[in-house]
């Protein structure tokens, strides 16, 4: 979980269209290791697989984090923070449930696939709709380094 934010420090340096990219991205990396880890045909590979795929978990967790930090205000942040954590561990505890019911049903390989491949099409989708709002704040990043526009006349 470490690595992974170390590898997308220079995406994260561009501001939060990076953010959101690399959140994408992450999300991507992460479904296509665990795929991989679905179809491993030995124990050492998939245990690769998964260390690799937590790259991107890591990352991605790392990312909302910081992108909460960037976007909220500081007087709203304790709360939004709790609540982040709040959904955070709602998810988790469904997902893991609904993994296990799914995994005693149809295997564990099939059920790590179908979970892997959701993990792709979000992270493609979440580029998709993210894409204009990525557009946007690349153009404000790019308007407030040229000293066109002053930060404290953006939205």
């Given at each position: 979980?470490?690595?992974?934010?170390?590898?997308?420090?220079?995406?994260?340096?561009?501001?939060?269209?990076?953010?959101?990219?690399?959140?994408?991205?992450?999300?991507?990396?992460?479904?296509?290791?665990?795929?991989?880890?679905?179809?491993?045909?030995?124990?050492?590979?998939?245990?690769?697989?998964?260390?690799?795929?937590?790259?991107?978990?890591?990352?991605?967790?790392?990312?909302?984090?910081?992108?909460?930090?960037?976007?909220?205000?500081?007087?709203?942040?304790?709360?939004?923070?709790?609540?982040?954590?709040?959904?955070?561990?709602?998810?988790?505890?469904?997902?893991?449930?609904?993994?296990?019911?799914?995994?005693?049903?149809?295997?564990?390989?099939?059920?790590?696939?179908?979970?892997?491949?959701?993990?792709?099409?979000?992270?493609?989708?979440?580029?998709?709709?993210?894409?204009?709002?990525?557009?946007?704040?690349?153009?404000?990043?790019?308007?407030?380094?040229?000293?066109?526009?002053?930060?404290a006349e953006l939205p």
């Amino acid at each position: 979980m470490l690595v992974g934010p170390l590898l997308i420090r220079r995406l994260v340096a561009r501001g939060i269209h990076g953010v959101l990219l690399a959140c994408g991205l992450a999300a991507i990396g992460y479904g296509t290791m665990y795929l991989g880890v679905a179809l491993a045909p030995y124990l050492i590979v998939a245990a690769i697989g998964v260390a690799l795929a937590h790259m991107g978990g890591g990352a991605q967790w790392a990312l909302t984090t910081y992108g909460l930090q960037l976007l909220t205000p500081d007087a709203l942040r304790g709360r939004i923070f709790a609540a982040d954590f709040a959904l955070v561990t709602l998810a988790m505890s469904l997902s893991l449930g609904f993994a296990g019911l799914l995994g005693g049903i149809i295997g564990p390989s099939l059920t790590i696939g179908i979970i892997a491949i959701v993990s792709v099409v979000w992270g493609s989708v979440f580029l998709v709709i993210t894409r204009n709002l990525r557009a946007d704040a690349e153009a404000e990043a790019a308007a407030v380094s040229a000293g066109s526009v002053r930060v404290a006349e953006l939205p």
